[in-house]
């Protein structure tokens, strides 16, 4: 007996909300930093590589609140392209420091428009209560859901 799926389903698991909702969301800001052969990963990483210049690996996962391998795995294309350079650490021997290069630099500031529009999207969709609510909410839950 095979069962008719219910068209006003809606799930209670917050994880499938929230990754929905991620996916949506990266998806617009993919869309408008595509011009610019970046994806929203890319973008972050890159935005923060400019505020933290010199960061080691480890440090800047936990800022991204990403693994450490896949932030790795996101560098490469960056290095390749000439963005990022990884040089040893001083500090820590095994570990590396990521710095921004010029043409990195270049190319986070060239690709702002495509992350503001992205933003006013979101922006105009939430509206300004909202979106000043779920940012505070969102940032309570990553800093409160810490291991």
């Known amino acids: 007996m095979s069962q008719t799926p219910q068209r006003n389903f809606r799930s209670t698991c ?3 909300r929230f990754r929905k909702a991620a996916r949506r969301v990266t998806q617009i800001y993919d869309h408008e930093l595509e011009p610019f052969g970046l994806t929203i990963t ?14 080691n690996v480890g440090a800047l996962a936990r800022k991204l609140v990403m693994d450490p391998t896949t932030l790795t ?21 095994r570990g590396r420091k990521l710095d921004l290069t010029e043409a990195g630099r270049a190319r986070y500031k060239a690709a702002r428009p ?17 979106g000043a609510i779920l940012a505070d909410i969102i940032d309570g839950m990553i800093e409160n859901l810490r291991d």
């Open 42 to 55: 890319q973008y972050g990483i890159l935005g923060h590589l400019f505020h933290f210049g010199g960061i």
């Open 14 to 16: 917050s994880a499938l």
């Open 114 to 130: 495509g992350w503001q529009a992205a933003q006013d999207r979101i922006a105009a969709t939430l509206g300004p209560e909202n």
């Open 73 to 93: 795995r996101n560098l490469r294309p960056l290095e390749r392209q000439g963005y990022v350079t990884l040089t040893p650490d001083n500090d820590d021997r």
